[in-house]
């Protein structure tokens, strides 16, 4: 979908960096969600976020923070406290009315060795 | 919280044949019902979606059906085609205010040509 802009595509870190992931919207969404996916697996939600300055740990938040200064963007930062942070990383946004699916941007695959 | 359990993991038909993907949901509250489709290494892509008055909704060669009282909801792909194989993921949506959102942990669908 163009309205969600994840960058990079790719990213190599080494072990013990932070790194940030980029997700930027134009779909005036309100709602904006992080999810992990692992080879052959589903979606486990991160962090989410229903209006600016405001968010909520998912599933699995450890070792990942989130901000949300701007409706447009919700960068992740995948700090040296998660321990296996080799990933594919989606960001997703939603209006939060009603019946209002996910949108999905491309994905950022985070390789850390 | 709400729970959604995907069956089966796995599903390989024959080309031009029916294939079947259902979900279980736990929370009544549950009222909106997307659909996703993930080719590798790309996005998931909303296919079709279902509102909890509707028993029933179809496009094209897609359909998805809903059983509230049951609580499960599946999609049925008839004529299939090589091209649908990939990744299917169901999720329940409650829209009140707020969106929660729970995925199924999703069906790998091969299309034998």
């Known amino acids: 979908d163009g309205g969600i802009t994840q960058s990079p595509k790719y990213l190599f870190r080494k072990e013990g960096q932070n790194v940030t992931l980029s997700c930027e919207q134009n779909?005036?969404?309100?709602?904006m969600y992080w999810y992990r996916q692992d080879p052959g697996q589903g979606l486990r939600l991160i962090y989410y976020?229903?209006?600016?300055?405001?968010?909520q740990k998912g599933d699995i938040a450890e070792g990942y923070s989130v901000s949300r200064e701007k409706k447009e963007s919700f960068p992740l930062t995948v700090t040296s406290a998660q321990k296996n942070p080799t990933a594919f990383y989606l960001c997703?946004?939603?209006?939060?009315?009603?019946?209002?699916?996910?949108?999905f941007g491309n994905g950022t695959r985070l390789t850390v060795t | 919280g709400e729970n959604v359990e995907q069956h089966p993991s796995t599903l390989s038909v024959q080309e031009g044949d029916s294939a079947v993907i259902k979900c279980t949901y736990s929370?009544?509250?549950?009222?909106?019902f997307p659909w996703y489709k993930q080719e590798l290494g790309k996005r998931p892509q909303l296919i079709i979606d279902?509102?909890?008055?509707?028993g029933e909704k179809k496009d094209q060669r897609i359909a998805v059906t809903l059983n509230k009282t049951a609580k499960h909801f599946s999609l049925h792909i008839t004529e299939t085609q090589p091209e649908d194989s990939a990744v299917y993921f169901c999720?329940?949506?409650?829209?009140?205010?707020?969106?929660?959102?729970?995925f199924g942990t999703g069906t790998k669908l091969q299309v034998i040509p």
């Open positions: 997703a946004s939603s209006s939060t009315g009603v019946d209002s699916p996910l949108h």
């Open positions: 779909l005036n969404h309100d709602a």
């Open positions: 976020s229903q209006i600016v300055n405001d968010f």
């Open positions: 929370d009544s509250a549950s009222n909106y």
């Open positions: 279902i509102r909890s008055n509707v």
């Open positions: 999720a329940a949506i409650f829209s009140g205010g707020y969106q929660k959102v729970t």
